[in-house]
């Protein structure tokens, strides 16, 4: 069976990269080929060490423009040529050059139920907002700030005001649903259609 693999971009503690790994280690159909990091310090980059995944550290500040950050990752990609590439707490914007290359195949997850609160700071926001409910939202990744069609969304009741609470329980679910979304692209049943 030929192994459907996933390249995962991270910045931070890549959370998400690990349930992403533990869901995976087993399958023989999904493989992470690749873990790339634009910070040194990721803890992500360790996570991936600890079960021999490829791992790059590309620091987009050695970069004149964000295309040349951006074909600095293209190069390393090419070497895997990926199904699909899966942002995962990966802190820089994308620009069409690669969002284009990559279409249909690069997906993000978000903290919030968009098209509500994009950008940083979701938690706050809910909290500021008085939102009856708040969760996180997977989607293909176009060239506007956490837009794209979307692939799943997760959804609870907002019961505290202290945003760490809240990010442990976006947290939760961002775990459980990131990897049931990647299992459903790997198996054709999520796509862009046009
Ligand atoms: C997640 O909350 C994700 O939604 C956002 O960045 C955070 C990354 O967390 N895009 P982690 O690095 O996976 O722990």
């Known amino acids: 069976m030929t192994h459907f693999k996933v390249a995962v971009l991270i910045s931070g503690n890549g959370s ?20 790339i990091s634009n910070k040194e310090d ?5 996570r991936a060490a600890k079960v021999n995944i490829d791992r790059y550290f590309l620091d987009h500040t050695k970069f004149c423009t964000r295309k040349d950050f951006e074909t600095g ?3 390393i990609l090419e070497k895997y040529n990926p199904d699909l590439i899966v942002l995962a707490g990966f802190m820089r914007i994308l620009s069409e050059f690669f969002v284009e290359k990559y279409k249909g195949k690069l997906i993000n997850i978000h903290p919030s139920l968009l098209p509500k609160h994009k950008g940083l700071n ?31 969304q997760a959804s609870f009741k907002v019961e505290t005001k202290d945003v760490k609470v809240l990010e442990n329980e976006v947290h939760k679910i961002e775990h459980e649903l990131y990897p049931k979304v990647i299992k459903d692209i790997a198996a054709g049943k999520i796509n862009i259609i046009n």
């Open 16 to 35: 998400n990269l690990q349930a992403i790994i533990d869901e995976f280690k087993e399958s023989s159909h999904i493989k992470i080929c690749c873990v």
């Open 42 to 46: 990721a803890y992500g980059l360790e």
């Open 73 to 75: 990752l293209t190069d």
């Open 122 to 152: 979701t938690h706050q926001k809910v909290i500021e907002e008085g939102d009856e409910f708040h969760g996180v939202t997977v989607h293909f990744v176009d060239n506007t700030l956490d837009g794209g069609p979307i692939c799943a």
